[in-house]
């Protein structure tokens, strides 16, 4: 799904996470699935923090309003929301994928 995403726009992981993120995706051999990382680690806040979604939209070139941001707790997609941004909580592949289209 991410594969075919990235065909049509960026995508970007948002995770608040170590130091070690990026090489952890890399080492995983997914590092190609994404287009940019922001990691809370690495830009000194945190998920739900708004300056987290806004570097994100950032990456991208694109205002939040024109973002999906897809995250398994519902606080983290409600922020999202605060902020314009379409959130999906994530409670499958299905959904995802609706979204998607």
């Known amino acids: 799904m991410l594969t075919a995403a990235r065909r049509r726009l960026p995508v970007v992981l948002v995770s608040n996470a170590t130091t070690r993120l990026e090489a952890d995706i890399a080492r995983l ?4 699935l994404v287009d ?3 990691s809370s680690a690495k830009v000194g806040f945190a998920k739900p923090d708004p300056r987290i979604y806004h570097h ?19 606080g983290n997609v409600a922020a999202a929301r605060s902020l314009g941004m379409t959130g999906l ?9 609706e979204a998607l289209t």
């Open 29 to 32: 051999g997914i590092d190609g």
């Open 36 to 38: 940019h990382v922001v």
């Open 56 to 74: 994100a939209a950032a990456r991208t070139g694109a205002a939040p309003r024109r973002c999906l941001f897809v995250d398994d707790d519902a």
């Open 89 to 97: 909580l994530f409670a499958g592949a299905g959904s995802l994928r």
